[in-house]
């Protein structure tokens, strides 16, 4: 059996076994603050991440916002991404009294994990990553050190606070089981101090942006949670499409179409063929309308709550300064585990 089937096989049975024990569960997952969340990171991981906390598994959510200058010179505006950031986490219903959410530059002893880490892996195996070698490739650079050391960093982001379950997409998986080799080889080098973490797979489709490529702020095909009703109909607008006014699902041959087509059936829970059927050969016009309302609709009430508490930026910075806090202390614990395992503790 190779590793993705045992880990598609792990991540169904960790999912029943949540829902009746969330109390075993700690979930550790986040993002790097690179620009505005979108649709794609709604469907793709914030809603799971709501529905394992809403059962009550512990919940810490990082922004790695060191991870940010992976592939790229310049942090950009990583300030207002956190902000931003944490902006989504609270109107999708994270609740911050039951949940840590964190910058993990803010926390020296998480990156001091990073040496012992380091120690226990090869160059061999880190130029094996799968996910460094196609975002290398995308980043279109020389391969720096963070770059092919980050996810040694991500193991200690998991690591630091004992996570042992990660809601991911598929192109993490390889960062999980680096994490679960590290975890591994320092219980049988020093004493057992860390869980094996599980990879939590969300079972949500691909958001397509709205050119029919993935969904990314760096293609200017994603509609961001933040935007208003009207910014949103004027990229919908723009969206490319085709001249047949019949319209069908066919995300290979008609790409823009498409899109539309997925983004309307995720906000409204119908089925893609359907909307196509209703809309006939009302063109792509009809398509833009039906799109924009569906997003609309759906994203009103995220953004209702969005506002609130953006009209609040103090209580929003208290928010993650508290999370940066608690982080700290669950940092410090586990350095000194470390230490005591490592006979380092003078
Ligand atoms: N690499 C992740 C991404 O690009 C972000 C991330 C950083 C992360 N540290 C993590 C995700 C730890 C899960 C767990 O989306």
Redo the contacts with the bound molecule.
């Keep these: 059996m190779n590793s993705l089937t045992a880990t598609l096989e792990r991540s169904d049975s960790v999912r029943a076994d949540v829902a009746d024990n969330p109390h075993r569960y700690r979930i550790?997952?986040?993002?790097?603050p690179t620009g505005p969340l979108h649709l794609g990171h709604y469907f793709g991981?914030l809603s799971e991440r709501v529905r394992l906390h809403r059962l009550g598994v512990d919940t810490v959510v990082?922004l790695?916002d060191y991870?940010v200058i992976t592939d790229r010179d310049a942090i950009g505006r990583v300030r207002e991404n956190v902000h931003g950031a944490v902006l989504d986490y609270l109107a999708a219903g994270i609740d911050p009294n039951r949940a840590v959410i964190f910058t993990?530059s803010a926390v020296p002893a998480l990156n001091q994990l990073l040496l012992p880490f380091l120690s226990l892996v090869t160059e061999a195996e880190l130029h094996r990553n799968p996910?460094v070698k196609t975002e290398l490739a995308a980043s279109g650079r020389a391969l720096s050190g963070l770059m092919l050391t980050?996810p040694v960093?991500?193991a200690a982001?998991?690591l630091f606070c004992k996570?042992n379950l990660?809601?991911?997409?598929k192109?993490?998986l390889p960062?999980?089981e680096l994490?679960r080799v590290i975890a591994r080889r320092f219980n049988e080098r020093y004493g057992e101090v860390f869980p094996e973490p599980h990879a939590l797979l969300t079972a949500a489709p691909e958001v397509p942006g709205l050119d029919g490529r993935k969904m990314s702020k760096s293609y200017g095909n994603a509609i961001a949670l933040s935007m208003t009703a009207d910014e949103t109909a004027a990229l919908i607008r723009r969206a490319p499409t085709d001249s047949q006014r019949l319209i069908t699902f066919d995300p290979a041959g008609r790409p823009g179409v498409s899109a539309l087509l997925t983004t309307a059936a995720l906000c409204t829970g119908a089925d893609e063929r359907e909307l196509a059927a209703e809309i006939g050969d009302a063109g792509a016009g009809a398509l833009k309308q039906l799109a924009t309302d569906a997003v609309n609709e759906f994203l009103a009430p995220h953004r209702r709550r969005r506002d609130e508490f953006a009209r609040d930026p103090g209580y929003v910075r208290g928010v993650l300064r508290d999370g940066n806090r608690r982080a700290d202390e669950m940092a410090d614990r586990t350095l000194g585990e470390v230490r005591d395992a490592m006979g380092t503790a003078y």
Excluded: K, N, S
């Design positions: 550790l997952t986040g993002e790097r991981t990082i790695a991870q993990h996910t980050y960093h991500q982001d998991i996570g990660v809601p991911v997409g192109d993490q960062h999980i994490t």
